[in-house]
């Protein structure tokens, strides 16, 4: 099988929270190598990608009622999470 | 392709502006963020351009001619930093538009790839992207000494033979390996080696390879499966890149751990983990409450001072003084929103060591530890993240659970976010803290989180063993940034992002429930003698209102009506509580509220009346009570949106009972043992 889809496996067998030093663990793969399987599951959009802020909304609260997880800008020190997504449908 | 262009790549002019004859060949610098390319550019050009570690630095796309006797002259283009060519951010957009133009005449003549030897596997996946695009290429590898010390040599041979490509060790810092790279570069650039790097192994679009490797390196092409199966090449492009990292990649027993895995081993051990966060939570609310305290002081004496005696003096002087107007602006509008703004700076100091917290990494620890505790008492790990975003503002936290893909996590989620105790209410906690418990303020708050965590716990216990018993655990992978120095410049920018959604919070909602609540106590209840703007505010409908509610209170300790309509108030948004108070102080005695700190003389008096003698448990009861109840109307609306006006309607009932339910033992109990 593929490390790209022992990764995948891995995600999808955690069932729950799980991190890329567990993915790593869990697959025997590098934690450097995990991290590039999820990079090209995001870019594959099998995986969902999110940047999380605890940052109120920029224009207080209330104002970004529409807004998907988060209104606060992630940065460089914010937890990135990662969800996976069902495959794409074939045409 | 440098042919074709006059001085600099033809599709590049606009950004490369560099004065070179036409013909000079062009070559570029990619790389991961924080590989040290921009400082293998500036040892290389002498340019002595800035390096930094995070876009800002290399957003722009860096260019300088690179002269040497053995390469003579050179455009070198610095791109952005990119993970890969699959962009997911403008700057790794940009660098996969030069790498990879249609036209294989506008790409660089060559493209050095620069990798960590830290974190080889990254640097080999966009080399193999570089490598699909059908451009020459070579990898430099840097950092080599600090890979050296964590425990990871590097087979060059092994690496060059199974990538397929040249490589070169440079220490940018210190100038070491760049006469090899000058040598690797001319020679690559004469046809020689980095042409090899075609995608159909040794065929290279301008000729003149040198496939001296072809029979070692792992075969790009040859992996890859017929079709246009996405996730086949994917697979194909992965194990390249396994292969030639394993090839490569020499661990050592002696490996030395880095101080930042050495400090996760706290942050996140599991009983150790939650003590820090709760240590750091309280060093936080204790900095916040002592440093600000002295600044809001100060700006409390500017509002009641001379800022309230200037608007009195000017709307005497154009005749409106005495009028309702001047109940509009000086006990409503300054007395209220201007009480509000006097926690700028305590926000302002909140927000700087939160900003500090999540630039140094440290949050998203805490995320984790949250997380934990959150599966602990048997809650899904994808709910947590918007409960944790609660804690800044439950509006997005609300709107965040749309990502939750099963209806029951959702409904749980939103109806356990309100308990998460959101910034909004943190002025109230401060208020009443160094009004009530002056020294210990920063306990008394740090106090209210965690009575917030718990009631979390509690409730979604409760909902989950009655209304929620089946749940699925969807999966969730948390991917934690390293610990890092903070940078103030990042820091200042999230502090200020933070504070203005205050000020905007306070200049609009806030300004209008202030007025909404200055004409209710201007107007006389009925039967009551007085006129509009003319009317003792105990007469007024505001506190006849607030008045009939205030029995419900009286087993809490808070049952008066300042403190009930403070609350009633509460439900716009937890600031206007504050305005509230400061209103109805203001009004009801004018004199008093133009000394400085008369909002805290004014509550002390209300409390120990209300509570009949017991002001400190009935505070603590009051506390909590905020803590619980519904947070602001903006995310009874959120609500609305995701469940239902139902479950909107069973949310609100939910928090006031369980408020209800909490406080009056709270204050029981607690004149029990006063």
Redesign the interface.
Known sequence: MSGLQRVLDAVAESGGTTTVEGLAERTGLDADLVRVALHQLVALGRLGRDGMSLACPEDGCGGCASSASTCGTAGRGSLVTLTLRPPAARG | MSEQRSAVPSCHADVVAVDAPPGTPVVALVGNPNVGKSTLFNRLTGSGRDVG??PGTTVAVGRALWTDEDLGQVVLLDLPGA??L?P?SPDEELTRDLVSRPDPRDRPDLVVVVTSAV????G??LLRQVVEAEVPCLLAITMSDVAHRRGIDLDVDALAAAAGVPVVVVDPRRGGGSRDLVRTVATSLQGGLAGRCGIDGCTCPRGGCACDHGDTAVPVQAAQPPGDD??AR??????W??AA?TAA?LRRHDARDTWSDRLDRVTTAPVLGPLVFLAVMWVVFQLTTTVAAPLQGWLDSLVTGPVSELATRLLDAIGLGGTWVQGLVVDGLIAGVGMLLTFVPLMAVMFAL?SLL???????RA??VT?RSM?AIGL???A???L??G??????AV??T??LPDARQRLLTVLLVPFTS???RLTVYVLVATTFFGDRAGTVVFGMYVVSILFVVVVGRLLRSTLLRRMP?????????PY?L?MLR?VAT?TW??L??????AS??IVVTVVVVWALSATPAPGRGGSFGDVPVQDSVYAATAGAVAPVFAPAGFGSWESTSALMVGFV?KEAVISSWAQTFATAEPEAADVPGSLGDALKVSFTESSGGYPIPAVLAFLVFLLAYTP????L??QR?EVGLRWTLTGIAVQLTIAWTVAVPVFQVGRLLA
Do not use: K, M
């Not at chain 2, 974190?119 to 990254?122: S, T, Y």
């Not at chain 2, 999540?358 to 998203?364: F, I, P, R, T, V």
């Not at chain 2, 804690?391 to 997005?396: A, D, K, W, Y």
């Open positions: 570690n995070w993970v890969s699959d997911q974190h080889l596997a990254r080999l996946y996405a996730l994917a697979e194909a492009r992965f194990d890149v396994a990292a990649v939160l999540e630039d140094s990494g440290y949050l998203a995320a984790v997380d599966r899904p790990g994808r947590f993240l918007p944790v975003v804690f800044g503002c439950n509006v997005p709107s965040g749309r990502v959101c910034t909004a655990d969807d999966p969730l992978v948390l991917d934690l940034p890092q903070p990042l999230g992002r933070r203005r959604g205050f000020l905007r919070t609009g909602i948004a602001c109307v903006a995310t609306a959120a949106r």
